[in-house]
């Protein structure tokens, strides 16, 4: 079968915005690239449920967001001075887009109307910092719903995963904050599909924080696994983390090391590590597996290639099938 898949990008070098191409799912094989949409720093992706692509956009020294038709026109934007956003998701319930800003440290909160019109209903300042060099200030890096629908948040800056809760007048209103260790910089989460646990991928010191989930926010720390090597010392910095839908295998990226890390979940959500793969590429920013999950695809921020890997149902495992695919400066990968 044949899948459409999109590519998030920086503009900075070679890349003219968001790109499209062909996946078989039978072979494993990318085809038929082609832009898009030709816009500024699409950064982040995510889907709507009308059918509208929202991304990150920047015009000159203005950042937010932005909606797309399927054919790629622009819909509208929400522009504000500074940065913009570094993550978004969509809330099917409440029909309403979220978005995270590194820079500012704010979490934001869109209306999305029946044609895919944006319109600002909300935004939050985090405050904090950590020990870090990175954690000078606040910096809001992810936004997601838990099970129980409330709007969680990793701050890389802070250490903190803030939860809110999103009143009738889509206002956010604080529910409670869960401390991570010192520097380690929380960067992403995923919920374990069935068990009352949460994955926190932390940047800054290469680990996964597995957090047991009592409902409202509140969360507290069970085990922490490494991503990388116990005998590496290079820089490194996670970035994204996926689940497979049979829930029983994770897998994460790591910059720096330059790999994918692939886990075993246990029985109890404890996590079992089985390798360490070499993501053949310069600093893989974005992966995602493909939807009959038979593969996994990476892409790779600075050598501006796309990886595909063979992935094994049975074990979790993942073999090399290619590495040549090329899009400059992916960093977002989302299938339609």
Known sequence: MIHTLYFGTYTKRLSQGIYQAKFDAENGKLSDCEIFSQTQNPTYLSWSDKESLLAVKQIGSRGGIASFDSEGREINHILAEGAPLCHLSFDKKRQLAYGANYHKGEISVYHVDSDGQLKLADCVKHEGKGPHPNQTTAHAHFVGLTPDNFLVTCDLGSDQVITYD????????????????????????????????AYVLCELNAQIEILSYHGKGQFDLIDTISTIPRDYK???????????????????????????????ILADGHLELL?????????????????????????????????????????GMLNLMSNDFYIPECVCLLFK
């Open 166 to 197: 999103v009143t009738d007048q889509t206002k956010l209103r604080m529910l409670n904050s869960y401390q991570a260790k010192a520097g380690a910089g929380p960067r992403h989460l995923i919920f374990h599909p069935h068990l009352n646990l």
């Open 234 to 264: 290079g820089f490194n910095a996670t970035a994204a983390i996926r689940i497979s839908s049979d829930n029983h295998f994770l897998y994460i990226s790591n910059r720096g090391h330059n790999s994918i890390a692939a886990y075993k």
């Open 275 to 315: 390798q360490i793969e070499n993501s053949k590429g310069d600093v893989p920013r974005d992966f995602t597996l493909s939807p009959n999950e038979n593969h996994l695809i990476v892409a790779h921020q600075e050598s501006d290639n796309i990886s595909i890997f063979k992935r094994d149902p049975q074990s």
